[in-house]
């Protein structure tokens, strides 16, 4: 059984309708490795998209896919947000999308991943027991890595169907460390360049002459469901991996941060 994710309510669109917006001419679709500030990069995207154009019913994956399909459907083009892995139906349905894959350095990501499972806003009727102290944070950290056994994927498993498998199959790979940094640089030639880019693999440009304010009004993290500060009732991890966690991650999945270009 799939997790339900208890979330703050979206306020955001009441935002997007303060801008003018140009209307998609061609499916976007936002694809993310779980927990890599999927939030942070879909409430920017969605303040250069008109309102009826955010297929917002639900987050594709696998298991729903073929109940919201239409939301891919390029005659009708929209913006949708998923954790799709590679498979035979999702390649064929997005073969026409601009597509962007999120991803984040995998030693962050354990921590990312283990914070919200130890949260309340993550519910899964097979791993709550997990919760509240069933664990060490340790141990945590160490089920993310290696997977909950019938329960919940391996990290190499997690990147490699999320991410490594699109690579060279049409999709766009952004690095949510990047985002950040350039966030940082808004006011920049350089940050310029980056969301000129970012945004015009979504189909999205030229930039108009607000896209400063909107970026900023998108990234507020007061927005993200799941940003970090939102979490409640998990317990205290650290804000870098452990030295041996990291050894875990780089025995698990050899070459993946390298293939990510964490080198």
């Not at 917006?21 to 500030?37: D, E, I």
């Not at 130890?118 to 993310?144: A, C, I, Y």
């Not at 939102?230 to 780089?250: A, C, M, N, W, Y």
Request: aromatic share 8%; net charge neutral.
């Amino acid at each position: 059984m799939p997790a339900i994710i208890a979330s703050r309510p979206d306020t955001l669109n009441s935002e997007v309708r303060r801008f003018q917006q140009q209307r998609l001419r061609q499916t976007a679709f936002l694809n993310s490795v779980p927990k890599c500030g999927t939030h942070l990069l879909r409430n920017i995207v969605r303040m250069f998209v008109p309102v009826d154009q955010h297929y917002d019913r639900e987050f594709l994956q696998i298991p729903n896919f073929q109940q919201h399909i239409l939301a891919l459907d390029p005659a009708r083009p929209q913006f949708s947000v998923g954790h799709v892995l590679f498979a035979d139906i999702s390649a064929m349905a997005l073969k026409h999308a601009n597509q962007v894959i999120l991803v984040r350095d995998p030693y962050d990501y354990v921590l990312a991943r283990a914070r919200f499972n130890l949260s309340d806003q993550f519910d899964h009727p097979q791993l709550n027991r997990m919760k509240k102290g069933g664990v060490s944070p340790e141990q945590m950290l160490n089920f993310v890595i290696w997977g909950v056994p019938g329960m919940a994927p391996a990290l190499r498993e997690v990147f490699i169907f999320h991410a490594i498998a699109w690579m060279g199959a049409g999709a766009h790979i952004v690095r949510y460390e990047d985002i950040v940094k350039a966030l940082e640089e808004l006011d920049t030639p350089s940050g310029e360049a980056f969301f000129t880019d970012l945004l015009g693999k979504f189909g999205i440009g030229p930039l108009p002459a607000d896209w400063r304010e909107r970026v900023r009004i998108g990234a507020d993290r007061k927005h993200s469901a799941t940003a970090r500060e939102h979490l409640s009732g998990g317990i205290t991890l650290p804000d870098e991996l452990p030295e041996i966690q990291k050894r875990l991650v780089d025995h698990a999945a050899p070459g993946l941060r390298e293939m990510l270009g964490y080198a």
